[in-house]
């Protein structure tokens, strides 16, 4: 079965400073990830997935399957990133989601 | 373009009673999800659907039902209202399976009192 493990529930850092949010997954099968953002009083929406490989507001994500993790980083942390992250797998028909991590950007 | 609509926003059940939570997507796309938000625990799929008429469960089945009758509705009905369900309810849907991505609803807060 497959799962997404995101360790962090809270973090908090200082504008500027580096963020990394993670994720691990477990997947018998060649899984499809993503990260979708949760900001205050809007919908779930995607920030980035693994097979495009693009840089969204100056997030990145690397898929390192020797050690199954596809890791959120951003160098520059801003105010406006604080919001909810969700890490998510999809194994094929479905798509699941990890616990969330609440990133809280201090001025 | 509505997007995915869910309604209603907000709703409160006494134990036991039942209701049905709508979604509905004006973008043609096959597969329906329901999850369920709750603090610390992330979302947790219910059923999804890869088109009318295919439903499957997802992690947290138990207490739910869907139907799938046509494209653009997936409603998720409630039959004994527990409080272990007071929650945040979403409805998503996606084109495909795979590397397609999920565009969600604005949510149904449910609370069983």
């Known amino acids: 079965a497959q799962r997404v493990t995101q360790p962090e529930k809270l973090l908090s850092v200082f504008k500027g400073a580096p963020v990394e949010l993670k994720c691990n997954y477990s997947?018998?099968?060649?899984?499809?990830l993503f990260w979708y953002v949760q900001y205050s009083r809007q919908r779930l929406q995607l920030l980035l997935r693994h097979i495009s490989r693009e840089s969204i507001k100056g997030f990145t994500a690397d898929l390192n399957k020797g050690e199954t993790s596809f890791h959120l980083k951003k160098p520059f942390a801003q105010e406006e990133d604080s919001a909810m992250y969700y890490c998510?797998?999809?194994?094929?028909?479905?798509?699941?989601f990890g616990a969330g991590t609440r990133l809280t950007v201090k001025p | 373009n509505a997007g995915v609509t869910q309604t209603p926003k907000f709703r409160i059940l006494k134990i036991g009673q039942s209701m049905t939570l709508q979604c509905t997507q004006d973008?043609?796309?096959?597969?329906m999800y329901w999850y369920r938000q709750d603090p610390g625990m992330g979302l947790k799929l219910i059923y999804y659907s890869v088109g009318a008429g295919i439903t499957d469960k997802g992690e947290v089945p138990n207490g739910y039902n869907v139907s799938r009758s046509t494209t653009e509705d997936f409603p998720l009905r409630l039959e004994l209202a527990a409080p272990s369900q007071t929650s945040v309810y979403f409805c998503a849907s996606r084109l495909g399976q795979g590397n397609e991505k999920l565009f969600f609803g604005s949510g149904t807060q449910l609370s069983v009192l």
């Open positions: 997947y018998s099968g060649s899984p499809e």
């Open positions: 998510a797998l999809s194994g094929g028909d479905d798509m699941r």
């Open positions: 973008m043609n796309h096959n597969y």
